[in-house]
Nanobody, 123 residues
Framework: QVQLVESGGGLVQAGGSLRLSCTAS????????MGWFRQAPGKEREFVAA????????YYADSMKGRFTISSDNAKNTVYLQMNSLKPEDTAVYYC????????????????WGQGTQVTVSS
């Protein structure tokens, strides 16, 4: 059993930045890949970014490339999502996720989910 706790969401104006954090606790002896999904009202949950346990491999959704950066600190069991140049279209609940590998996480094969944190980008 692994618990994922997110922080860093909030309200920001278009063009601004936020950094989300997700810290894992519990059964963390496995080398989980971690990442982020988001879901806007009335829309399907979509993949945002993923990172391998070693941090050697990262994946991004095309719309996030160049604006979002995923990173991790294994000593802290924490993954981050730095979001720059935010747009109103980025408004969504952002969910932290963990799985056995980054490539399967990207496909939506998630073992553990965080509770979600709201990101709202105003015009």
């Amino acid at each position: 059993q692994v618990q994922l706790v997110e922080s860093g969401g909030g309200l920001v104006q278009a063009g601004g930045s936020l950094r989300l954090s997700c810290t894992a606790s519990g059964r963390t002896f496995r080398r989980y890949a971690m990442g982020w999904f988001r879901q806007a009202p009335g829309k399907e949950r979509e993949f945002v970014a993923a990172i391998s346990w070693s941090a050697g491999v990262t994946y991004y959704a095309d719309s996030m490339k160049g604006r979002f950066t995923i990173s991790s600190d294994n000593a802290k069991n924490t993954v981050y999502l730095q979001m720059n140049s935010l747009k109103p279209e980025d408004t969504a609940v952002y969910y932290c996720a963990a799985s056995l590998s980054a490539v399967v996480l990207r496909r939506g094969e998630v073992d553990y989910w965080g509770q979600g944190t709201q990101v709202t980008v105003s015009s």
